[in-house]
């Protein structure tokens, strides 16, 4: 286990990871200046920005102290000095919302933009939050639980269209 | 009668607003916020601390005094359906937005459908031109979630493959950015090379791409007998044409015109935008995770991570090449010591049962079935594992609540986060090296939009 870096918001709830040295859960306010700390400790590669939807999920192992909530954001920091990885997953909350990390990392523009595109996730501060994978009229974010998959879209008369 | 002209007209509003993508395009300078300015001009060191130069987004520029042009999606030179809208002054390159998304089928949801057993045959689809690394990457995960231990042998035939792979992938890569350049010869010889990986694929697998060859557990089938040779035959021919291809390229005048001293990056610039692989190696940074963060057996064989100075198209060229010499090394090494044992795990919970015990075996016919209809269950828990892929760091994380099926599949491709160093690389530079910096970059199509 890593040490969290001396910048860090206090206090944090820290657990091991499969793959990464640590998982770090910050809350929504402490997200951004986490990352700020980590990112001043010498991890100078954001490897993967992502969203999870846990609808229906049948309870995931978490630390004492975090409350699960339907939407995570799963942040993957590299360290090419130390040679180690840091998750940092943050409850995103019911309605997703968490700061971009764009002025910390500008790489993680596209990651974010494929996020909200997908999962439906508002990153404020972000500098162009629009769709980047699906058509700019499309209506809803695939990747959540509850969007219907292979749904055929059947058209009555008078009736509201699909999506 | 002038009925005739106003339909027109209202039919021309139409189409254009049909074929309006809105958000997604690049917008005149004056309906653009300036932090998306930025980015379409690629300042990426504007982090905490810096601001924004006026100048490097020419705020005061009038929009009649520049062109905004489409290239692409189904432009020859953008190596499958890479949209570019370029914003240019003359010939010269002052904005670029990539716009994507046009080969999106929605992998990562089919991910979800798809039992662990079946997903492979999907990430292999992602990245077309390295299917091998792909599905290596999930593998790896799936058997970190199961904490199983694949032989040693699989472990080294694994490497092997991904080796051939990665060197197949940049043979493909010489040929498209050789054909890029003018030179249709490079072309044809890159993929005459890379037909003879192909061809043990198929000898080994059954397939020549989306082999579905690596799975959890290990791997598909064991190499075919005297695959020795034929390895052997492989690497002499390909390390002996690399050769050949500095005589027709490396030297090359006109090569080096459009290749040395244009489009370079910094390592700052690389490291802030992510990019991982042989561009970020290129800007000198030594960071490949077959060394740095070694999995498979890459730490027990011999090779040289291949880096550049200045970051220039030549230096990725040099970098692709060297590699190509640096996996025939490592395969060679594969050939001497591959160990004897199983290509695959033995636990029945994971490996389909031989064929041949299928009809003498109650147990081995149940295991069969499980395997094939349900699929088997994989601890809940959440995973990232990273393998070097000839573009950079593949990363798949991974979320399994305790069923058949991933709960939640992501891939992080390395060409969808690369494609964001093009509007930096191709600012200032004109319309012909945009051409080479999109080919220097490698983004597969297949990957990016997923």
């Not at chain 1, 630390?63 to 339907?70: A, F, K, L, Q, S």
């Not at chain 2, 309906?31 to 130069?53: K, M, N, Y």
């Not at chain 2, 890029?180 to 697998?205: H, N, P």
């Not at chain 2, 075996?361 to 990273?386: C, D, N, Q, R, W």
């Given at each position: 286990m890593i040490e969290l870096p001396p910048q860090a918001p206090q206090p944090m709830i820290l657990a091991e990871a499969l793959g990464a040295d640590v998982s770090c859960f910050p809350t929504r306010e402490q997200y951004y200046e986490l990352v700020r700390a980590f990112k001043d400790d010498g991890y100078e590669l954001c490897s993967d920005v992502c969203a999870v939807d846990y609808l229906g999920h049948p309870g995931r192992a978490l630390p004492d102290g975090v409350i699960p909530t339907r939407f995570e954001v799963v942040t993957n920091l590299l360290s090419m000095s130390k040679a180690s990885r840091v998750r940092i997953r943050v409850q995103a909350g019911d309605v997703p919302e968490v700061a971009s990390l764009f002025n910390l990392y500008p790489g993680v523009e596209a990651m974010e933009r494929e996020a909200f595109d997908l999962m439906g996730v508002i990153f404020t501060g972000h500098p162009d939050l629009t769709r980047i994978l699906m058509p700019e009229e499309w209506e809803g974010h695939p990747l959540r639980k509850d969007y219907g998959v292979g749904r055929v879209p059947v058209q009555f008369k008078e009736a509201p269209g699909p999506r | 009668m002038s009925e005739p002209t106003v339909r027109a007209a209202s039919r021309a509003d139409i189409l254009a607003a049909e074929t309006s993508e809105g958000a997604q395009e690049l917008q005149y300078r004056t309906a653009t916020p300036s932090g998306e300015l930025g980015r379409e001009v690629g300042a990426v060191l504007r982090l905490e601390g810096h601001t924004l130069d006026p100048r490097d987004i020419d705020v005061d520029r009038p929009d009649d005094?520049?062109?905004?042009?489409?290239?692409?999606?189904?432009?020859?030179?953008?190596?499958?359906?890479?949209?570019?809208?370029?914003?240019?002054?003359?010939?010269?390159?002052?904005?670029?937005?990539?716009?994507?998304?046009?080969?999106?089928?929605?992998?990562?949801?089919?991910?979800?459908?798809?039992?662990?057993?079946?997903?492979?045959?999907?990430?292999?689809?992602?990245?077309?031109?390295?299917?091998?690394?792909?599905?290596?990457?999930?593998?790896?995960?799936?058997?970190?979630?199961?904490?199983?231990?694949?032989?040693?042998?699989?472990?080294?035939?694994?490497?092997?493959?991904?080796?051939?792979?990665?060197?197949?992938?940049?043979?493909?890569?010489?040929?498209?950015?050789?054909?890029?350049?003018?030179?249709?010869?490079?072309?044809?010889?890159?993929?005459?090379?890379?037909?003879?990986?192909?061809?043990?694929?198929?000898?080994?697998?059954?397939?020549?791409?989306?082999?579905?060859?690596?799975?959890?557990?290990?791997?598909?089938?064991?190499?075919?007998?005297?695959?020795?040779?034929d390895v052997t035959v492989i690497c002499d021919t390909i390390e002996e044409r690399t050769y050949e291809y500095d005589q027709l390229l490396t030297g090359q005048p006109i090569f080096r015109q459009r290749m040395v001293g244009v489009a370079p990056l910094m390592a700052e610039e690389a490291l802030a935008l992510g990019a991982t692989g042989p561009l970020l190696r290129s800007t000198g940074v030594a960071w490949d995770l077959r060394r740095t963060m070694p999995y498979l057996a890459y730490d027990q064989v011999d090779f040289d991570v291949i880096v550049g100075t200045y970051g220039d198209n030549f230096d990725r060229y040099a970098i692709r090449l060297n590699e190509i010499r640096e996996s025939v090394r490592i395969v060679r090494q594969c050939v001497e010591r591959m160990p004897a044992g199983d290509y695959r795990s033995q636990d029945p919970k994971v490996t389909p049962p031989p064929r041949a015990r299928i009809g003498e075996s109650m147990e081995a016919l149940i295991h069969h079935f499980k395997l094939f209809t349900e699929g088997f269950h994989v601890p809940a828990g959440e995973v990232y594992s990273a393998v070097e892929s000839p573009r950079g760091e593949l990363g798949c994380y991974l979320v399994s609540d305790g069923g058949p099926k991933p709960w939640r599949l992501h891939v992080r491709a390395p060409s969808f986060v690369n494609l964001q160093a093009v509007p930096l690389l191709m600012r200032g530079g004109s319309v012909s090296d945009a051409i080479t910096v999109i080919s220097t970059v490698d983004p597969i199509m297949g990957e990016v939009d997923r």
């Amino acid at each position: 286990m890593i040490e969290l870096p001396p910048q860090a918001p206090q206090p944090m709830i820290l657990a091991e990871a499969l793959g990464a040295d640590v998982s770090c859960f910050p809350t929504r306010e402490q997200y951004y200046e986490l990352v700020r700390a980590f990112k001043d400790d010498g991890y100078e590669l954001c490897s993967d920005v992502c969203a999870v939807d846990y609808l229906g999920h049948p309870g995931r192992a978490l630390p004492d102290g975090v409350i699960p909530t339907r939407f995570e954001v799963v942040t993957n920091l590299l360290s090419m000095s130390k040679a180690s990885r840091v998750r940092i997953r943050v409850q995103a909350g019911d309605v997703p919302e968490v700061a971009s990390l764009f002025n910390l990392y500008p790489g993680v523009e596209a990651m974010e933009r494929e996020a909200f595109d997908l999962m439906g996730v508002i990153f404020t501060g972000h500098p162009d939050l629009t769709r980047i994978l699906m058509p700019e009229e499309w209506e809803g974010h695939p990747l959540r639980k509850d969007y219907g998959v292979g749904r055929v879209p059947v058209q009555f008369k008078e009736a509201p269209g699909p999506r | 009668m002038s009925e005739p002209t106003v339909r027109a007209a209202s039919r021309a509003d139409i189409l254009a607003a049909e074929t309006s993508e809105g958000a997604q395009e690049l917008q005149y300078r004056t309906a653009t916020p300036s932090g998306e300015l930025g980015r379409e001009v690629g300042a990426v060191l504007r982090l905490e601390g810096h601001t924004l130069d006026p100048r490097d987004i020419d705020v005061d520029r009038p929009d009649d005094e520049t062109m905004i042009i489409n290239m692409g999606p189904s432009h020859p030179s953008t190596h499958g359906v890479l949209r570019l809208m370029l914003e240019l002054d003359g010939e010269f390159v002052l904005r670029t937005k990539p716009v994507i998304g046009y080969l999106h089928t929605g992998m990562e949801k089919t991910g979800e459908e798809l039992s662990y057993v079946q997903g492979a045959t999907n990430v292999t689809r992602m990245d077309y031109l390295s299917p091998i690394i792909n599905e290596l990457g999930f593998s790896m995960a799936v058997e970190t979630l199961l904490g199983l231990q694949v032989p040693e042998r699989a472990t080294w035939i694994r490497m092997m493959m991904s080796e051939l792979n990665r060197m197949a992938s940049h043979l493909v890569w010489m040929a498209t950015n050789g054909m890029d350049v003018g030179s249709t010869s490079m072309m044809i010889y890159g993929f005459r090379e890379r037909e003879l990986i192909l061809a043990f694929f198929e000898k080994t697998a059954g397939l020549r791409m989306n082999l579905n060859y690596v799975r959890p557990g290990g791997v598909a089938a064991d190499l075919p007998d005297g695959w020795q040779d034929d390895v052997t035959v492989i690497c002499d021919t390909i390390e002996e044409r690399t050769y050949e291809y500095d005589q027709l390229l490396t030297g090359q005048p006109i090569f080096r015109q459009r290749m040395v001293g244009v489009a370079p990056l910094m390592a700052e610039e690389a490291l802030a935008l992510g990019a991982t692989g042989p561009l970020l190696r290129s800007t000198g940074v030594a960071w490949d995770l077959r060394r740095t963060m070694p999995y498979l057996a890459y730490d027990q064989v011999d090779f040289d991570v291949i880096v550049g100075t200045y970051g220039d198209n030549f230096d990725r060229y040099a970098i692709r090449l060297n590699e190509i010499r640096e996996s025939v090394r490592i395969v060679r090494q594969c050939v001497e010591r591959m160990p004897a044992g199983d290509y695959r795990s033995q636990d029945p919970k994971v490996t389909p049962p031989p064929r041949a015990r299928i009809g003498e075996s109650m147990e081995a016919l149940i295991h069969h079935f499980k395997l094939f209809t349900e699929g088997f269950h994989v601890p809940a828990g959440e995973v990232y594992s990273a393998v070097e892929s000839p573009r950079g760091e593949l990363g798949c994380y991974l979320v399994s609540d305790g069923g058949p099926k991933p709960w939640r599949l992501h891939v992080r491709a390395p060409s969808f986060v690369n494609l964001q160093a093009v509007p930096l690389l191709m600012r200032g530079g004109s319309v012909s090296d945009a051409i080479t910096v999109i080919s220097t970059v490698d983004p597969i199509m297949g990957e990016v939009d997923r």
